[in-house]
């Protein structure tokens, strides 16, 4: 199933997508194409493959320290992409690769593009890449038909909303909370209003991350939303596990309760 | 020669807007801010009455007689060690303070590396009433305490970085990291002319009156050589603005670490290549994978993976040109100016003094300027402990 067809069984119901974040390379390559596929047979609709980088902005303490370890086990892009092949081949799950703009622009969006198209990822998400910045990569991307996601926070314009529109994002990733990724409390307050912001302005999906960690927070989102990103909660349990075994048991538990949740909606 | 950055914020093919979507309002609204209080005469006499009464400008521009015959050149030193806090950083902190008084905002953070841009604004904030947080990377808490004791005592908060190799780099990440989750309420007084857009315009607007002043100070003249160390950059984007069309030669110093061929340095410009660094895109050390590559240098203010994004037009356009100095050419630059002129100038300077001698048969009966960023306190204790 394409992105887009997955999106479409979703649209106008009270029920998302549930999209889980982790960090390819972490424990190992082989290791976290398991857990890929342990979240998919949990109930996982689709998911972000992370590329680890250096230096993640957008990112707090859990998949900051993720990437670090990621890194230090030698994960490279080569490797992302390789998990992105493996896991869409045997999930049959829409993938899509999230990471930061400069490993992209060192080998270049066309072939960036071209190698992820050919391990079927669907589009890149760049947390440090906003829609002013965007057309030259996106383009690039669009010659292998790779799309792009792009940002809205609760702080974007309703303005700055219209060019997010025009840039045609495979859906639009509404920020939840102010500040960089990380399991919250409380989660979600203005995610509501933007995704309503969204909605005035363009067709295409929106999505709800940052933030959003326990199954309460999930539901919520997936009642207002069309697909739901959870990353630190689940990449927590990958850090916290003492193996892999027990790392997949902990991601298949978590996904399990979040997609009860954001499909039960 | 471009004075302002295109609307896309970018010097040539340089700097840019490269920040998560949670920011980018707040960016518009600084450069707003700027461009409103810039051509405000009320903001620009509260500012000036500022830099001369409470930082003390303008600062000399000093002959260095016995160091000058001691070289074989004519060495004017632009002494920004005698700022109030001892170095450049108050011009910028003072101007950004004000700028987030007028936006509104009560909080202010920063990162600092020496500890020199963190005591400028926690200064600034001080003096205008302003919370203030500093992130600064567990190495260079380790190598400047000094500084973390001045911020203290300023009133601020000095939080420490873990991550990476807890210098610069990871500190201004860290502030970065802040500001996205409190940016409405924040201001963030980046220190160096690096950031995304708007930030390397209004930090060397702030610098410029570094190099304004000295031309004032030269009464016609024009110097053969300008010379400043560039971590970030903002001592010598200040100095080197104003020169740009003078037919000065101007020399970028950076950190060579223990030598470029060693891999163990600072020197973007000269061993780095065009990427994406903290919001723009510059000159920077990664490595094949786009990986941002670890800097090294003895000074805490030049141990930096990037560089601002003008200096990297500078580069290109031929505007300046940019060389390296090594450790200990730096340590044996600091011996010097202090027992020659009684003048202890922090690691940074050194760096552009160790240049100058270097150099010293190629510029021989030249007149030499060297911005003299700030004073060297904060460095006697680590180079003491080296010896």
Redesign the interface.
């Known amino acids: 199933m394409t992105l887009a067809e997955a999106f479409a069984t979703v649209r106008g119901a009270e029920t998302a997508l549930l999209l889980p974040y982790l960090m390819a390379g972490l424990p190992s390559v082989d290791h976290s194409i398991g857990l890929f596929e342990t979240a998919a047979a949990a109930g996982a609709d689709g998911f972000e493959i992370g590329i680890p980088?250096?230096?993640p902005?957008?990112?707090?303490p859990v998949i900051?320290e993720a990437g670090?370890r990621a890194?230090e086990a030698g994960t490279?892009?080569a490797d992302g992409i390789e998990v992105a092949r493996r896991v869409t081949a045997s999930t049959g799950l829409p993938c899509l690769v999230m990471t930061?703009?400069?490993?992209?622009?060192?080998?270049g969006p066309v072939e960036f593009g071209r190698r992820a198209a050919g391990a079927g990822v669907e589009a890149l998400i760049l947390?440090?890449?906003?829609?002013?910045?965007s057309g030259p990569i996106a383009a690039g991307l669009a010659e292998s038909g790779v799309g792009m996601v792009?940002?809205?926070?609760?702080?974007?314009?309703d303005a700055?909303l219209q060019r997010i529109a025009a840039a045609r994002p495979a859906f639009v990733y509404c920020?939840a909370?102010?500040?960089?990724t990380g399991e919250r409390d409380r989660s979600g307050g203005r995610a509501r209003g933007l995704v309503e912001r969204v909605r005035a302005v363009t067709d295409a999906p929106a999505v709800i991350g940052v933030g959003i960690s326990t199954p309460a927070a999930a539901r919520a989102a997936a009642q207002v939303a069309d697909g739901v990103i959870v990353g630190s909660a689940l990449v927590r349990r990958v850090l916290e596990a003492d193996d892999a075994a027990e790392a997949r048991a902990a991601v298949g538990r978590a996904v399990g309760e979040l997609a009860a949740a954001v499909h039960g909606a | 020669m471009t004075s302002r950055p295109d609307d896309r914020g970018r010097f040539g093919e340089f700097g840019g807007r490269y920040a998560p979507e949670t920011l980018m309002p707040a960016l518009a609204e600084l450069e707003g801010a700027f461009d409103d209080a810039w051509v405000d005469a009320g903001f620009r006499s509260e500012l000036d009455a500022l830099l001369r009464d409470y930082v003390g400008r303008p600062t000399p521009l000093y002959a260095a007689e016995r160091l000058s015959a001691h070289l074989g050149i004519r060495l004017l030193l632009k002494r920004e060690d005698l700022a109030h806090t001892g170095a450049h950083k108050i011009n910028n902190t003072v101007g950004q303070a004000l700028l987030t008084r007028r936006m509104g905002k009560r909080r202010v953070i920063a990162e600092t590396g020496a500890g020199q841009h963190g005591v400028a604004t926690a200064t600034a904030c001080a003096l205008l009433g302003l919370e203030c947080a500093v992130y600064m990377g567990a190495v260079d808490i380790e190598r400047q305490a000094l500084n973390v004791r001045r911020m203290e005592m300023l009133g601020a908060e000095v939080i420490p970085v873990t991550t990476g190799a807890s210098t610069l780099k990871d500190a201004v990440s860290a502030a970065l990291r802040d500001w996205v989750g409190s940016v409405e309420t924040t201001h963030y007084i980046i220190g160096s002319v690096v950031g995304p857009h708007p930030f390397p315009f209004i930090v060397r607007q702030f610098q410029r009156v570094i190099g304004e002043e000295t031309i004032l100070q030269l009464d016609g003249a024009t110097p053969d050589v300008v010379v400043a160390c560039v971590g970030g950059g903002s001592n010598s984007m200040g100095m080197f603005h104003p020169f740009v069309e003078s037919g000065a030669d101007l020399v970028g110093v950076e950190a060579g670490g223990l030598g470029i061929g060693s891999g163990r340095h600072g020197a973007s410009l000269n061993a780095g290549s065009p990427g994406v660094l903290h919001g723009s895109r510059t000159y920077m050390l990664q490595d094949d994978e786009g990986q941002v590559v670890e800097a090294h240098s003895i000074s805490a203010g030049l141990d930096y993976p990037g560089v601002g994004p003008e200096h990297s037009y500078f580069k290109d356009a031929g505007l300046a040109r940019y060389a390296s100095v090594t450790d200990d050419e730096a340590l044996a630059a600091m011996d010097l100016l202090s027992r020659m002129e009684g003048i202890i100038p922090a690691l940074e300077p050194a760096h552009a003094l160790a240049w100058i001698t270097r150099e010293r048969e190629a510029l021989a009966g030249r007149t030499v300027v060297l911005c003299l960023s700030g004073r060297g306190d904060k460095d006697v204790e680590q180079v003491a402990g080296l010896r």
């Not at chain 1, 947390?127 to 910045?133: G, K, M, Q, R, T």
């Open positions: 980088y250096a230096d902005l957008m990112d707090g900051q670090r890194l490279t892009m930061y703009v400069n490993p992209v622009l060192r080998i947390a440090d890449l906003p829609v002013d910045e792009q940002f809205a926070a609760p702080t974007t314009s700055r920020v909370e102010m500040g960089v």
